[in-house]
Protein backbone atom coordinates (compact mmCIF):
# COMPACT_ATOMS: atom_id res chain seq x y z
CA UNK A 1 0.00 0.00 0.00
CA UNK A 2 1.51 3.53 -1.32
CA UNK A 3 1.13 6.20 1.13
CA UNK A 4 0.05 9.75 -0.34
CA UNK A 5 1.83 12.72 -0.24
CA UNK A 6 0.01 14.26 2.95
CA UNK A 7 1.00 10.50 4.55
CA UNK A 8 4.57 10.45 3.32
CA UNK A 9 5.03 13.80 5.04
CA UNK A 10 3.45 13.17 8.10
CA UNK A 11 5.49 9.75 8.30
CA UNK A 12 8.87 12.03 7.57
CA UNK A 13 7.91 14.87 10.03
CA UNK A 14 7.00 11.60 12.66
CA UNK A 15 10.25 9.96 12.13
CA UNK A 16 11.95 14.04 12.39
CA UNK A 17 9.98 14.29 15.68
CA UNK A 18 11.16 11.44 17.46
CA UNK A 19 15.19 11.77 16.04
CA UNK A 20 14.79 15.25 17.49
CA UNK A 21 13.40 14.28 20.98
CA UNK A 22 15.35 10.46 21.47
CA UNK A 23 18.71 12.20 20.33
CA UNK A 24 18.93 15.54 18.99
CA UNK A 25 17.86 16.68 22.82
CA UNK A 26 19.75 14.61 24.77
CA UNK A 27 22.69 14.81 22.94
CA UNK A 28 22.79 18.63 22.66
CA UNK A 29 21.77 19.46 26.54
CA UNK A 30 25.70 17.13 26.82
CA UNK A 31 27.11 18.75 24.31
CA UNK A 32 26.04 22.77 25.39
CA UNK A 33 26.49 21.94 29.55
CA UNK A 34 30.07 20.77 28.44
CA UNK A 35 30.92 24.28 26.81
CA UNK A 36 29.61 26.65 29.21
CA UNK A 37 31.82 28.25 31.82
CA UNK A 38 29.53 28.84 34.74
CA UNK A 39 26.04 26.80 34.84
CA UNK A 40 24.10 29.78 36.43
CA UNK A 41 23.97 31.90 33.26
CA UNK A 42 23.17 29.58 31.06
CA UNK A 43 23.60 29.75 27.28
CA UNK A 44 24.27 33.17 27.56
CA UNK A 45 26.49 34.43 25.38
CA UNK A 46 29.88 34.66 26.18
CA UNK A 47 29.85 32.02 28.62
CA UNK A 48 30.96 29.56 26.16
CA UNK A 49 34.15 27.79 26.83
CA UNK A 50 36.57 24.79 26.34
CA UNK A 51 38.58 24.67 29.22
CA UNK A 52 36.98 21.49 30.15
CA UNK A 53 38.27 19.48 26.94
CA UNK A 54 41.66 21.27 28.09
CA UNK A 55 40.98 20.31 31.72
CA UNK A 56 40.47 16.50 30.51
CA UNK A 57 43.25 16.49 28.00
CA UNK A 58 46.11 17.38 31.00
CA UNK A 59 44.55 15.36 33.80
CA UNK A 60 46.47 12.23 33.91
CA UNK A 61 42.83 10.45 36.10
CA UNK A 62 41.10 11.14 33.07
CA UNK A 63 43.44 10.14 30.29
CA UNK A 64 43.99 6.91 32.36
CA UNK A 65 39.87 5.92 32.15
CA UNK A 66 40.21 6.22 28.72
CA UNK A 67 43.00 4.55 27.69
CA UNK A 68 41.80 1.37 30.63
CA UNK A 69 38.51 2.06 28.89
CA UNK A 70 39.80 1.53 25.57
CA UNK A 71 42.02 -1.92 27.01
CA UNK A 72 38.81 -3.33 28.40
CA UNK A 73 36.67 -2.66 25.34
CA UNK A 74 39.32 -4.13 22.66
CA UNK A 75 40.23 -6.95 24.83
CA UNK A 76 36.51 -8.30 25.57
CA UNK A 77 35.40 -8.09 22.22
CA UNK A 78 38.27 -9.65 20.61
CA UNK A 79 38.00 -12.47 23.22
CA UNK A 80 34.01 -12.57 22.55
CA UNK A 81 34.54 -12.76 19.32
CA UNK A 82 36.74 -16.02 19.34
CA UNK A 83 34.88 -18.20 21.90
CA UNK A 84 31.49 -16.84 20.50
CA UNK A 85 32.42 -18.09 16.99
CA UNK A 86 33.85 -21.53 18.41
CA UNK A 87 30.19 -21.97 20.30
CA UNK A 88 28.23 -21.03 17.08
CA UNK A 89 30.93 -24.25 14.89
CA UNK A 90 30.30 -26.50 18.09
CA UNK A 91 26.81 -25.71 18.24
CA UNK A 92 26.26 -25.99 14.49
CA UNK A 93 28.07 -29.36 14.31
CA UNK A 94 26.23 -30.58 17.43
CA UNK A 95 23.46 -33.17 17.79
CA UNK A 96 20.65 -33.66 19.83
CA UNK A 97 20.62 -32.56 24.00
CA UNK A 98 24.11 -31.68 23.53
CA UNK A 99 23.40 -28.94 21.20
CA UNK A 100 20.64 -27.49 23.15
CA UNK A 101 22.32 -27.46 26.00
CA UNK A 102 26.18 -25.98 24.82
CA UNK A 103 23.04 -23.10 22.61
CA UNK A 104 21.41 -22.34 26.46
CA UNK A 105 24.54 -22.04 28.34
CA UNK A 106 26.47 -19.75 25.61
CA UNK A 107 23.32 -17.36 26.43
CA UNK A 108 22.29 -17.87 29.76
CA UNK A 109 24.71 -14.73 30.79
CA UNK A 110 21.65 -12.51 28.99
CA UNK A 111 19.00 -14.04 30.91
CA UNK A 112 20.18 -13.09 34.26
CA UNK A 113 20.89 -9.43 35.67
CA UNK A 114 24.67 -8.05 35.09
CA UNK A 115 24.50 -6.92 38.98
CA UNK A 116 23.76 -10.96 39.76
CA UNK A 117 27.05 -12.37 37.59
CA UNK A 118 29.21 -9.92 38.43
CA UNK A 119 28.55 -10.23 42.10
CA UNK A 120 28.65 -14.22 41.57
CA UNK A 121 32.02 -13.51 39.85
CA UNK A 122 33.28 -11.64 42.98
CA UNK A 123 32.32 -14.21 45.31
CA UNK A 124 33.76 -16.90 43.10
CA UNK A 125 37.06 -15.74 42.39
CA UNK A 126 37.22 -14.21 45.79
CA UNK A 127 37.43 -17.48 47.03
CA UNK A 128 39.45 -18.92 44.36
CA UNK A 129 42.40 -16.16 44.74
CA UNK A 130 44.78 -18.70 45.28
CA UNK A 131 44.21 -20.69 42.47
CA UNK A 132 44.31 -18.03 39.76
CA UNK A 133 44.94 -14.42 41.78
CA UNK A 134 43.11 -12.29 39.32
CA UNK A 135 40.85 -11.13 41.94
CA UNK A 136 41.21 -7.06 42.30
CA UNK A 137 43.04 -6.60 39.03
CA UNK A 138 41.99 -5.67 35.54
CA UNK A 139 42.15 -8.77 34.38
CA UNK A 140 38.82 -10.11 36.48
CA UNK A 141 37.33 -7.06 34.84
CA UNK A 142 37.99 -8.33 31.36
CA UNK A 143 36.30 -11.68 32.44
CA UNK A 144 33.73 -10.14 33.66
CA UNK A 145 32.63 -7.89 30.31
CA UNK A 146 33.39 -11.76 28.09
CA UNK A 147 31.28 -13.28 30.43
CA UNK A 148 28.61 -10.58 30.19
CA UNK A 149 28.78 -10.02 26.44
CA UNK A 150 29.51 -13.57 24.93
CA UNK A 151 25.96 -13.70 24.06
CA UNK A 152 26.24 -10.82 21.74
CA UNK A 153 28.77 -12.57 19.63
CA UNK A 154 26.86 -16.01 19.42
CA UNK A 155 23.44 -14.39 18.05
CA UNK A 156 25.68 -12.33 15.29
CA UNK A 157 27.28 -15.70 14.20
CA UNK A 158 24.60 -17.09 14.29
CA UNK A 159 22.77 -14.88 12.35
CA UNK A 160 25.68 -14.59 9.93
CA UNK A 161 25.86 -18.62 9.80
CA UNK A 162 21.91 -18.88 8.73
CA UNK A 163 22.13 -17.04 5.61
CA UNK A 164 24.98 -19.53 4.59
CA UNK A 165 23.92 -21.80 1.73
CA UNK A 166 24.86 -25.07 2.90
CA UNK A 167 25.15 -26.44 -0.91
CA UNK A 168 28.32 -23.94 -0.70
CA UNK A 169 30.36 -26.03 2.11
CA UNK A 170 29.51 -29.41 0.45
CA UNK A 171 30.50 -28.31 -2.99
CA UNK A 172 33.81 -27.49 -0.64
CA UNK A 173 33.73 -31.07 0.46
CA UNK A 174 33.33 -32.82 -2.81
CA UNK A 175 36.36 -30.94 -4.01
CA UNK A 176 38.23 -32.76 -1.47
CA UNK A 177 38.45 -29.65 0.79
CA UNK A 178 39.60 -30.61 4.80
CA UNK A 179 36.82 -29.28 7.55
CA UNK A 180 39.92 -26.68 8.37
CA UNK A 181 40.48 -25.62 4.90
CA UNK A 182 36.55 -25.36 4.51
CA UNK A 183 36.01 -23.23 7.44
CA UNK A 184 39.38 -21.35 7.04
CA UNK A 185 37.82 -20.29 2.90
CA UNK A 186 34.43 -20.75 2.84
CA UNK A 187 32.75 -20.37 6.17
CA UNK A 188 34.49 -17.60 7.52
CA UNK A 189 34.90 -15.19 4.80
CA UNK A 190 30.85 -15.53 4.63
CA UNK A 191 31.09 -15.07 8.70
CA UNK A 192 33.07 -12.54 9.06
CA UNK A 193 30.47 -9.74 8.62
CA UNK A 194 28.70 -11.08 11.91
CA UNK A 195 31.78 -11.13 13.44
CA UNK A 196 32.41 -7.77 12.74
CA UNK A 197 28.95 -6.55 14.08
CA UNK A 198 29.35 -8.52 17.33
CA UNK A 199 32.72 -6.92 18.21
CA UNK A 200 31.40 -3.50 17.38
CA UNK A 201 28.49 -4.30 19.55
CA UNK A 202 30.88 -5.21 22.22
CA UNK A 203 33.26 -2.46 21.40
CA UNK A 204 30.54 0.15 22.51
CA UNK A 205 29.03 -1.28 25.52
CA UNK A 206 31.85 -2.29 27.29
CA UNK A 207 33.69 1.38 26.50
CA UNK A 208 31.01 2.88 28.71
CA UNK A 209 29.56 -0.16 31.04
CA UNK A 210 28.72 1.48 34.59
CA UNK A 211 27.38 -1.17 36.51
CA UNK A 212 30.45 -3.82 36.02
CA UNK A 213 32.80 -1.25 36.48
CA UNK A 214 31.60 0.18 39.90
CA UNK A 215 30.98 -2.92 41.20
CA UNK A 216 34.45 -5.01 40.42
CA UNK A 217 37.05 -2.46 39.55
CA UNK A 218 40.13 -2.16 41.41
CA UNK A 219 40.33 0.77 44.30
CA UNK A 220 41.22 4.07 42.59
CA UNK A 221 40.81 2.92 39.09
CA UNK A 222 38.92 4.59 37.03
CA UNK A 223 37.30 3.46 33.54
CA UNK A 224 35.07 6.79 31.47
CA UNK A 225 31.60 5.33 33.36
CA UNK A 226 32.94 5.77 36.46
CA UNK A 227 35.02 8.72 36.12
CA UNK A 228 31.70 10.88 34.61
CA UNK A 229 29.97 9.21 37.54
CA UNK A 230 32.51 10.59 40.02
CA UNK A 231 32.28 14.17 38.45
CA UNK A 232 28.85 13.89 38.65
CA UNK A 233 28.67 13.39 41.93
CA UNK A 234 30.88 16.20 43.20
CA UNK A 235 29.20 18.43 40.94
CA UNK A 236 31.68 19.34 38.21
CA UNK A 237 28.69 18.49 35.75
CA UNK A 238 30.58 20.76 32.90
CA UNK A 239 33.56 18.27 33.22
CA UNK A 240 31.64 15.14 33.19
CA UNK A 241 29.38 15.87 30.39
CA UNK A 242 33.17 16.89 28.35
CA UNK A 243 33.88 13.19 29.46
CA UNK A 244 30.43 12.41 27.76
CA UNK A 245 31.36 13.73 24.49
CA UNK A 246 34.55 12.42 24.37
CA UNK A 247 33.62 8.90 25.05
CA UNK A 248 30.88 9.19 21.90
CA UNK A 249 33.48 10.68 19.73
CA UNK A 250 35.98 7.91 20.32
CA UNK A 251 33.54 5.42 19.66
CA UNK A 252 31.82 6.64 16.99
CA UNK A 253 35.47 7.57 15.34
CA UNK A 254 36.38 3.63 15.89
CA UNK A 255 33.22 2.67 14.00
CA UNK A 256 34.08 4.65 10.74
CA UNK A 257 37.35 3.57 11.14
CA UNK A 258 36.50 -0.52 11.42
CA UNK A 259 33.29 -0.08 9.01
CA UNK A 260 36.01 1.59 6.88
CA UNK A 261 38.81 -0.94 6.96
CA UNK A 262 35.94 -3.48 6.31
CA UNK A 263 34.62 -2.26 3.28
CA UNK A 264 38.36 -2.13 1.67
CA UNK A 265 38.67 -5.72 2.84
CA UNK A 266 36.08 -6.74 1.16
CA UNK A 267 36.44 -4.52 -1.69
CA UNK A 268 40.00 -6.51 -2.54
Known amino acids: MKLSTVGQIAAWLWVLLFVLVAIGVPYFSIIATSLIRLRGYGLAAGNFTLDHYKELLQTPKALASIWKSLF ?9 SVIGTAVVVAVRKSRGFFKKALEGISLLPE ?13 FWNWAYK ?14 YVV ?7 QYVTSAFTQINDSLLQAGRVF ?8 RRVTLPMISRGIF ?26 VVSTYINREFE ?22 LVCSRLA ?6
Open 176 to 183: GGTPSYVF
Open 131 to 144: MLPIYNTIWIMVLA
Open 263 to 268: GKRKGT
Open 234 to 255: QGSVSSGCAMAVLCVLITTTAL
Open 111 to 123: MLPSIVLVIGLML
Open 148 to 154: LYLPYTV
Open 197 to 222: AGWMMIFIIAFRELVTASLIAQPNTL
Open 72 to 80: LAVSSASIC
